[in-house]
Each structure stands twice: as C-alpha cells, then as structure tokens.
C-alpha cells in the first residue's frame, strides 16, 4: 500500500482514540487491516473476524459458497504476517498423519525421526473441512484445543502463535462429512460469507483484472511473531466492565431456557457452554483493541455474538424441522436481553 494510505490509516485510529498513537503495534496492526480489506472486497466483516482471530490465539470457521474469497483471505492474510503458513486442501481421502506428520525409521542413524505435518505452522489454512473424512476432522480439532500432537505415542507441541482458519462450503453440499456438533465450538468464531451485492461484484471485477493485467497490490506490512505476541497482550487487557460480563452471562444464560426466554426451552437440545462465554469475552476484547478502545462496550459484544454463539447451540429436532435455525434464535436473544 502507499505510503500516504497507510497514513491516512493511522489518523484512523488516532481519532478514534489518542492513546492508539502511544501503541505501534496497534498502528501496524490497522495496516494490516487495511492491507487486507485493499484486497477483499466488502469483507470489512471477515477481516475484523480474521485479526480477532490472530488477537486472541482463536481458530475460525469460515463458511460459504464457493468462489467467495475464502482461500484468498487466508492467504492474504499470510502474506501479511511474518509466521509460518501452510495450507492443507482437504479431500476424502486424507489421512490425520497428512496433518499431523509420521515417524519414521532412519538405518543410517539408527533411530525414528518425526517429519512434522502441516500443522506445524503458525497458520493453517485447513480448506473444506468438511470434505476431510471424520478421522482427519477429530486429529484436526484435537489438535487445535490442545494445541499438540501425539503420533506415535510421543507428544509434539505445536508452534505458539497457531492459528488454524477452515473452510466450508454450506453443510447441505453433497460429497461432505459436517463437523460434529460437539466439536464446532473448539472455533472461536465461525463466520457465514454471502454473496456480493452488484456494486461490490462490479469492483470485484476491476480489482481482479488488474491484477491479472498488473501486479498484485501487496500487503503493506508483515507482523512479527513478537509484534503479534505483544497486541495480544495488549488487546487481552481490554477492560469488561461487571455490568458488562453479567450482560454475557445472562446473554448465554437465556440459552439455556433461563428467565429471558423460557419459550425456547423446546427449542434448544444443547445450550451455550462457559466456553461459548468466555469466547464472547475475548472475542470483544480484541474487537474494542482493534477500535482503538481500552475497553469493551456492548456493540462489541452484540456484533460478535452470532458468530461466537450460534455454533455451539443445537437445536432440537423439531425447532429445526420448523425452520428455526441457530442465528435466528442469537439475535431474537439481542432483541430481548439487554445490556443494563
Ligand atoms: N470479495 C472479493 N474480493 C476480491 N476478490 C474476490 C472476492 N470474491 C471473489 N473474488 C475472486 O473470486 C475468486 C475465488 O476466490 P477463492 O478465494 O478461490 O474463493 P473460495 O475459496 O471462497 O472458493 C478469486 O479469483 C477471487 O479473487
Ligand atoms: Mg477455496
């Protein structure tokens, strides 16, 4: 990017808070947001999801149809960060050692050698999950809420940042194993792309062509591992007030069929655990740092819930024969549960 956007992007930030200019981490940080965005189309929402992600040490779940940028957010994201990026492009026939990594036998030196898998970065791209069979999608999750892996009986530690970031393409897709309901809330966020309305389509259009015509735009920063390290610490110091932790708990709590919404008790088979709580929590912290806030206030919470809760409540049967879905049942909470 230029040097004059990248300017204009800082004073972005300075007026949203004086104290930003004191944070050099959080002026990179907004670089990197705009370097993104220079290359997403109308995906201002995806990319803020995406440096949550990076912000709180959480793995994404991206979902939409095919051809929506998915795979060129990751990688745009990658080429934005000074970590270690690989991506694993998922078919039925994957194997968990294809991530994880093998041991093998070296006779010249006698002894067994781990070859670490494409785990071993501190980015993952894992590309239509739901087209890896079930034994892959298990070593996957496990791998990502233990943060290590065990192949062969030894235990390998996986690198500190890791960030795994999937793809899917909507669950009804034929050809795809959906990731187990109790496993979807090792994801921080999972976030639903839809398609461009015709003005963003339209710019869809020149950007690409000039890409294919020109060079592509590059992005104007790298971070650092250390840069990384340093906004999260940052961003976890975010102040929630009380008032403001008792609004998540009684958000979650109404999911569970509490007083605010005794009516969906019939609706719900598996509410919202602590750790779709705590996920919400983060979640907004790294949203107010990111808005150059030095605490959370509840737009953050309200913007993100959807994305942090909707996948980890089951509906019954019966809520979703009827054309309820997850989301649907998050904002009508919003409408209902409020702040103070
Ligand atoms: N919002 C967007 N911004 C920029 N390019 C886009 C956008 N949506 C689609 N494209 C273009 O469409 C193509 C498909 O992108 P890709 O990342 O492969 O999609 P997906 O992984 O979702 O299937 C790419 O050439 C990409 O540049
Ligand atoms: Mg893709």
Same mark, same amino acid.
């Given at each position: 990017?230029?040097?004059? !956007?990248?300017? =204009? ?6 007026? !949203?808070?004086?104290?930003?200019? *004191? ?18 189309? $109308? ?6 999801? @995406?440096?949550? $992600? ?27 960060? *000074?970590? $270690? ?6 078919? &039925? *026939? ?12 070296? #006779?010249? $030196? ?14 993952? %791209?894992?590309? /239509? ?22 192949? !062969? ?22 050809? =795809? ?6 496993? %979807? ?14 003005? +963003? ?24 591992? /250390?840069? @990384? ?8 110091? =975010?102040?929630? +007030? ?10 979650? !709590?109404? =999911? ?16 919202? +655990? &602590?750790?779709?709580?705590?996920? %919400? ?8 740092? @990111? ?8 737009? *953050? ?20 024969? /009827? ?15 409020? #702040?103070?």
């Amino acid at each position: 990017m230029a040097r004059g !956007a990248e300017q =204009t992007a800082v004073r972005g930030i300075v007026g !949203a808070d004086s104290r930003a200019s *004191d944070d050099p981490v959080r002026t990179r940080l907004h670089a990197l947001r705009t370097g993104l965005e220079a290359g997403l189309i $109308g995906a201002s929402g995806l990319v803020e999801r @995406l440096l949550i $992600g990076l912000l709180t040490g959480g793995h994404l779940l991206i979902e939409g149809a095919p051809g929506l940028a998915k795979t060129r957010a990751v990688k745009r994201l990658a080429d934005g960060l *000074d970590t $270690g990026f690989a991506r694993i492009q998922c078919t &039925p *026939d994957l194997m968990p050692a294809d991530l994880t990594g093998t041991t093998v036998w070296r #006779p010249d $030196g006698g002894r067994f050698e781990f070859l670490a898998g494409p785990l071993f970065h501190s980015l993952v %791209l894992v590309d /239509e999950v739901n087209r890896a069979p079930p034994k892959v999608q298990s070593a996957l999750l496990e791998a990502m809420a233990e943060g290590q892996v065990t192949v !062969a009986g030894i235990t390998h530690p996986l690198p500190d940042p890791f960030m795994v970031v999937a793809t899917q393409n909507p669950i009804e897709h034929a050809g =795809t194993f959906p990731l187990p309901e109790a496993q %979807l809330d090792r994801f921080l966020l999972h976030v639903v792309v839809e398609m461009p309305d015709e003005a +963003s389509e339209r710019r869809i259009l020149d950007l690409v062509e000039g890409e294919m015509t020109e060079e592509a735009t590059p992005m104007p920063v790298r971070l650092t591992v /250390e840069e @990384l390290r340093a906004a999260r610490a940052a961003a976890l110091k =975010t102040h929630v +007030s009380p008032a403001l932790k008792d609004f998540l708990v009684r958000l979650v !709590a109404a =999911t569970r069929g509490g007083p605010a919404a005794a009516d969906l008790r019939g609706a719900i088979e598996h509410p919202v +655990s &602590p750790r779709g709580t705590l996920a %919400l929590m983060l979640a907004g912290k790294a949203r107010a740092y @990111l808005h150059g806030r030095d605490h959370v206030v509840p737009d *953050d919470v309200m913007a993100l819930a959807g994305d942090a809760l909707a996948h980890r409540l089951a509906l019954t049967w019966r809520a979703a024969a /009827e054309g309820q879905t997850a989301r649907a049942v998050v904002a009508g909470l919003l409408d209902r549960v409020h #702040p103070l």
